[in-house]
């Protein structure tokens, strides 16, 4: 799943969470840890692996519920520790649905061997992988779960307006010169 993907498929689930637990709708800061939960096992390890070869594989070291767990309970924990547990919560389901979009394809398809990365490195990832962003993007190839990504991604950015934008503000405050709104 592209970028886009994770965060669409996480701000979705992100909704309807709140909503089941009677919280209102995303707001700032949450959305903003949210995004970045989101993102979080491909920034660490498709650079280690594709980059630095670091890692054998671009789905390994921060896909494993191994590691995920843990990092999820101890941001938890921290934020918890800073009266900002909303902000754990959200980054923490971010963080893990990444994991669920990366198994979803393996999931719909039954091939459970795609899955190892959840259990690594219990598990050998496959020998070959397509290295490299510039690659990936010429791999681009319409496929019904790409498509879905862009479906969810429309949903998500029409959701996300309809909730006022939430964490846009947050962010556009950090960059430098900005004054927060
Ligand atoms: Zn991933």
Redesign the pocket.
Known sequence: ?WPWG?AALGYLLYTVYLRLRAQGTPTGWPVVALGFGTQV??LV?KPLAWYLSVLPYG?TLA?SLFVAIPVVLLVGWVARRRKRPVVGVAFGLGYLS?LLG?SLHALLTQQWGDLFFLVWPLTTPPDAETVGLIAHLRDIDGSPFFLFGLLLTVAMLVLWNHHGRPGLAELWSVVPGQRRV
């Open positions: 799943m994770h096992p491909d390890d789905r896909h990444h990366d």
